[in-house]
């Protein structure tokens, strides 16, 4: 094998199947390259993806004999979770024009349509077929990142987050976690990328400043630093500096600056209404604060900042509109800086949306004037930005045969931004994509998701998004071609089996079933966080290379590690990853042991004061259950459901 071309080994290893190629990886550093070549992934990840069963229907459905025409049509009028209206009318009308008149010719013409119409890759990007097909296939794990021990008398408490930021490395990576906790304190965690070489951060606690130090309460008033730190529950309420190494906090009103450093408070600002989103702080721009009522400037730098902390709030509205802009509806969920295709620019776009049913454009040179709304109809709870152009629906290859493959690759290589919005539309989740600067859009409002939608996220060549279910969903950038779907309340660790057993067996309701299974239980996914950034700076590799964690160097990094950084309703950090090995173990387990070891030399009575506490939780959970299941069934009564 050693003496055969590179393009032959390529040209026999497109005739393996995909266990085959992974353990053809394992022979030599030179087959390692070769069988992670992109082109070979790319098909594999082609293959099994929504437009090229589309397109196999298609084919079948023009081979087909006639006289099973009647009994198709007759299939497809009945209801079915799996297509969608388009699929439904395309399975009844009649076949689409021929390319050519040689059947064989044909099928290589439209697979190449679809194949072009499918690839996530934009001309300019740099894109890893092969980890992107272990995202698409590899089975799903989550590392939950320990929390530090409560300072309180009782053993089993632990803190939980009440926010979370990421601070990268030079390659865009995430290196260190940083989160507030409810006890007003500040923690960091270890989160760099494991490597061949290189064992990574596996989620270690790095530092923890003193409790209260966000709240301005003494250390040991923690039941009041929490009730502070969980009263607005703003989601944005981080923006980490890598730049200065400092990180801004939103605690109710108060903007509290911290050096990483040291962990010690730098300067407090306070503004007239809770502060209800962040923006990111980056590229030394002014960070963009967004109150109930208000918008906000952030900028150190400015003197004119920092002339007065302490301003009142009758003041603000009647004073100056040079630092503010103000706001006709309350409630801004997410600020976003858009970012220009250009890395070595900054944007001076400001987009704010929240409970408001349109997105609120601003520039940050005319500040705080208005420059122009996006309406919605659906209020976002969530954006983020793509640094590449919205494909309009008019190009797509396998619903308009009319359009090319060379108008495709023209519309892909323009310059744009996308911005996608996690939002709620009726009841429903609504996934928004928004081309910018143009006016093209796009909105699932079908099959998205049956909750609201509560985070958005791009990971690698997809999009992920959370809903209020609990599940976290990857689509395509077209933003309806479904790629999987992951429920976090379905990943248990087996250190968590039993209890969970236990909670099961007694959590019962009126519908005399466990009450972890009924629609709107368990935890959610409150923010999304790619452990790597789009780069747009990169190019693309070219057609026949190897792809870009192929390099058979000594340090190559571990397509195992983590690649997404979950922050969860009930305050908990998770890790999530792709294969076998988990993402990191933690040590609550141990720390669970060694507290129940400590247990054993208690007196009698603590114990059994201990278990009475525990069986009066568990009674009320299930008096509450009852309460909820009750409630649920009681709001459908009369109303058709």
């Known amino acids: 094998m050693h003496s055969l071309p590179d393009e032959v080994i390529l040209h026999v290893i497109r005739f393996l199947e995909v266990h085959d190629i992974v353990r053809f990886q394992s022979v030599s550093k030179r087959l390692l ?77 439209q697979r190449a349509r679809a194949l072009a119409n499918w690839e996530p890759g934009y001309p300019e990007e740099k894109l890893d077929y092969y980890e992107e097909f272990v995202h698409r296939h590899a089975p799903i794990n989550i590392g939950w990142l320990d929390f530090p021990q409560a300072q309180t008398s009782d053993k089993e408490k632990v803190g939980e987050a009440t926010g979370v930021g990421v601070k990268y490395d030079s390659e865009e990576h995430i290196h260190h976690i940083v989160a507030p906790l409810d006890d007003g304190s500040i923690c960091i965690w270890d989160a760099s990328d494991r490597s061949t070489t290189t064992d990574g951060g596996r989620g270690k606690i790095v530092a923890q400043s003193q409790s209260g130090l966000l709240t301005g309460r003494e250390p040991a008033a923690t039941a009041e630093s929490h009730a502070i730190m969980t009263e607005t529950g703003a989601v944005e309420c981080v923006a980490v500096d890598n730049a200065t190494n400092k990180a801004l906090f939103a605690v109710q009103n108060l903007l509290q600056e911290i050096d990483l450093q040291t962990l010690q408070l730098i300067s407090t600002k306070k503004y007239p209404f809770p502060i209800t989103a962040l923006s990111e702080a980056r590229n030394s721009i002014p960070v963009t604060i967004g109150t109930n009522w208000t918008i906000h400037l952030h900028d150190p730098r400015d003197p004119a900042f920092g002339a007065s902390n302490q301003q009142a709030t009758g003041e603000l509205i009647g004073g100056s509109t040079y630092t503010h802009a103000t706001l006709s509806q309350p409630g801004p969920l997410s600020i976003l800086h858009e970012s220009s295709p250009d890395s070595s620019t900054n944007s001076n776009s400001i987009w704010v949306a929240g409970r408001f049913t349109s997105l609120l454009h601003y520039d940050r040179r005319f500040f705080p004037r208005l420059r122009d709304t996006l309406h919605s109809g659906a209020r976002i709870a969530a954006l983020c930005t793509l640094p590449y152009p919205l494909i309009p629906q008019i190009q797509d290859l396998l619903r308009n045969p009319s359009a ?238």
Request: glycine letters at 12%; aromatic letters at 6%.
């Open 33 to 109: 390259a070769l069988a992670r070549d992109n082109t070979v992934w790319k098909i594999e990840c082609f293959n099994s993806s929504r437009a090229e069963a589309i397109r196999r229907r298609q084919q079948l459905r023009g081979a087909q004999d006639v006289r099973l025409a009647e009994l198709r049509n007759a299939l497809t009028a009945l209801p079915g979770p799996g297509l969608s209206a388009w699929d439904v009318s395309q399975l009844r009308g009649g076949a689409h024009p021929r390319a050519s008149s040689d059947p064989g010719h044909e099928v290589r013409v």
């Open 404 to 641: 090319s493959i060379a108008a495709l690759t023209e519309a892909k290589s323009s310059p744009g931004t996308t911005l996608v919005a996690a939002a709620e539309y009726k009841g429903k989740g609504s996934l928004e994509l928004y081309g910018l600067p143009g006016q093209e859009y796009y909105q699932n409002r079908q099959t998205a998701s049956a909750s609201k939608l509560l985070a958005v996220a791009p990971h690698g060549g997809k999009v992920v998004f959370s809903d209020g279910d609990g599940n976290l969903k990857w689509v395509e950038r077209d933003g309806y071609s479904h790629v999987r779907t992951f429920n976090i309340n379905d990943y248990i660790a087996p250190g968590e089996q039993q209890q969970q057993q236990q909670q099961d067996a007694t959590a019962y309701g009126i519908w005399s079933s466990s009450a972890s299974e009924l629609p709107g239980q368990g935890d959610i996914v409150r923010k999304i966080l790619p452990t790597q950034r789009i780069c747009t700076s990169s190019i693309h590799p070219p057609v026949g290379t190897r792809s870009v964690s192929s390099s058979p160097g000594p340090d190559r990094r571990d397509l195992n590690s983590p690649s997404l950084l979950l922050w969860t309703g009930d305050g908990r950090l998770g890790m999530l990853g792709f294969g076998h090995e988990k993402a990191f173990e933690g040590d609550q387990g141990k720390n669970r042991k060694e507290s129940r070891a400590e247990g054993v030399g208690e007196s009698v009575e603590d114990r059994a004061k201990g278990d009475a506490e525990r069986q009066f939780g568990m009674a009320m959970r299930r008096a509450l259950e009852r309460s909820a299941d009750e409630v649920r069934f009681v709001r459908g009564l009369g109303m058709g459901y």
